[in-house]
C-alpha cells in the first residue's frame, strides 16, 4: 500500500498497474475530477491546498484502515495539490483484491474517509470572476455562510 | 505562554497563516477557539476542527507551548 | 454509452477516458482479472466463451439500464473471450458522473447484472491438468456437479 | 416439426453445440428440457436457463420451428 500527496498530474494508469496482481481478481480505480458545475455555479478551476504532513499522515492512516479492513494490501491513492483546470483528476484511488466486492468497499472506504478527515481545501474560481472555499458541511447556496465562529 | 497555531483556507484568509497566542499555562483546544473568536470582529467563518501536533482533538484537550496546533476549517479533498 | 464483447487484448486507460467529462466529478474503473486460485485451486488460465449475439443484446441491455437508473450517459464496457493467461482483464467497466456515490453505483449495478445474465461463460485450466467449466450457481467444491437434468 | 437448439459450456461438451429436436408442434420450452434430459443418459449438468430468439425464457414459452432456441447453462461472465 501507498499515499501521497504530490503536486504534478496524476496517473490512473500508474496507478492501476501498481495494485495488479495475480491474486486479485477485480481491480478498481477511482478518479476524482474538476467538474463544469457545482451547486449550480460555472466552475473554471479549483486551487487544492492542504496541511500536507497531517494531510499524508491521515492519507495513509486511512490506505492502512482500508487495507486492514477488507483484507488487500493492494491499495494506493494519490491526492494532487495546486491549481487544476476542468477535467484534471485531483484524486486517484487504486485498489485490487480477489474480491470484486472487498475492492468496491475499500475504493469507498478510502474517498468518504478523505472527504471526512484529510486536511485538503479547495477553492473553486467561478466564470463570473469570484473564487470561494468549498465548504460541505454548509448545506445552504455556496457564498451564504451561516457557521459564526464557536 | 506563546502557543503558535497554523490556519488554512478561509481562516487563513481572515487571520493569516500563521498567528501567536498568548494563552495561560494549562490552557485547552477551547480556549484557543476562544481567543481566536474574541479577534475574530464579527466574521463569519465556517466551525473548524482543531488538530493538535497533527492529530484531531478535543476541545478538552490541553495545549502546550511546544505544541503544533492547527485550525482545521471544513475539509473538502477527494 | 457503448459495449462490446472483443477478442483483443483489453486497454482500460482507453475507456476510461472514453468516459471522460467535464461535466463529471468522478470516474470509476472496474477491471476482472484471471487470479492464480479459485475455490482453493491453482489457476493457469481461462477461456471465456459466449453466446455472442445474445451476450451482446444482453451486455448493450445492461449498460442502457445503468445509464437510466443511474443518470449518466458515460458508461462504457468491453469483455473479451478467448484464451487469458493469469492476471489478464476479462471485463473493463468505465463509469463517468457527477456524483461519486452514482458513479460507483453503476459500476456495481453493471458488474453485479453481468454475472447474472449475460451468456458467457469461463472454464478454467488448473495446474493439476484438469479443465472446467465454472458454475457460481453451485454452492459446493469444484469437481461434484450436484444438479441434474431438469 | 424440427427444432434447432443451440447449447454452450458443459452441455455443449455433453450434446455438441447444436442439436436438432422433433417436437410436436405446440411445444414448449418446458418440453426442449424434457426431451433434452431424455438424451442425458444419466449425465449430471447445471439446471440451465432457457433463451428463445436471444431472450430468457419461461417454462410455458412457446417454441416455434423458426425460433433460435438457446439452452443457456450457469452464466460466469465478468
Redesign the interface.
Known amino acids: 500500500m501507498r499515499s501521497a500527496i504530490v503536486d504534478h498530474v496524476l496517473d490512473p494508469t500508474a496507478l492501476l498497474a501498481e495494485v495488479a496482481s495475480a491474486d486479485s481478481g477485480a481491480s478498481t480505480l477511482f478518479v476524482g475530477t474538476v467538474r463544469r458545475v457545482n451547486d449550480g455555479r460555472e466552475v473554471l478551476g479549483i486551487d487544492y491546498s492542504a496541511y500536507t504532513p497531517m494531510a499524508e499522515s491521515e492519507l495513509a492512516a486511512v490506505v492502512a484502515e482500508a487495507a486492514e479492513r477488507f483484507g488487500t494490501a493492494h491499495v494506493v491513492v494519490e491526492h494532487r495539490l495546486g491549481t487544476l483546470a476542468l477535467g484534471e483528476a485531483s484524486i486517484v484511488i487504486a485498489v485490487s483484491h480477489a474480491r470484486r466486492a472487498s475492492a468496491m468497499g475499500a475504493q469507498k472506504y478510502v474517498i468518504e474517509q478523505v472527504k471526512a478527515r484529510v486536511p485538503i481545501w479547495k477553492r473553486e474560481h467561478y466564470a463570473d470572476g469570484t473564487r470561494e472555499w468549498v465548504d460541505p458541511t454548509r448545506a445552504t447556496p455556496a457564498g451564504t455562510p451561516v457557521a459564526g465562529l464557536p | 505562554m506563546a502557543v503558535t497555531v497554523?490556519l488554512?483556507?478561509?481562516w487563513a484568509?481572515a487571520f493569516g497563516p500563521r498567528v501567536e497566542l498568548d494563552l495561560p499555562a494549562g490552557s485547552r483546544v477551547?480556549d484557543v477557539?476562544?481567543s481566536?473568536?474574541a479577534r475574530?470582529a464579527g466574521?463569519?467563518?465556517?466551525?473548524?476542527m482543531v488538530?493538535v501536533n497533527?492529530?484531531?482533538a478535543r476541545p478538552e484537550t490541553p495545549v502546550a507551548a511546544s505544541d503544533e496546533v492547527?485550525i482545521?476549517?471544513?475539509?473538502?479533498?477527494?
Open positions: 497554523l488554512f483556507a478561509s484568509d477551547q477557539l476562544d481566536l473568536a475574530a466574521r463569519t467563518l465556517p466551525a473548524p488538530a497533527q492529530r484531531y492547527a482545521i476549517p471544513p475539509v473538502a479533498g477527494g
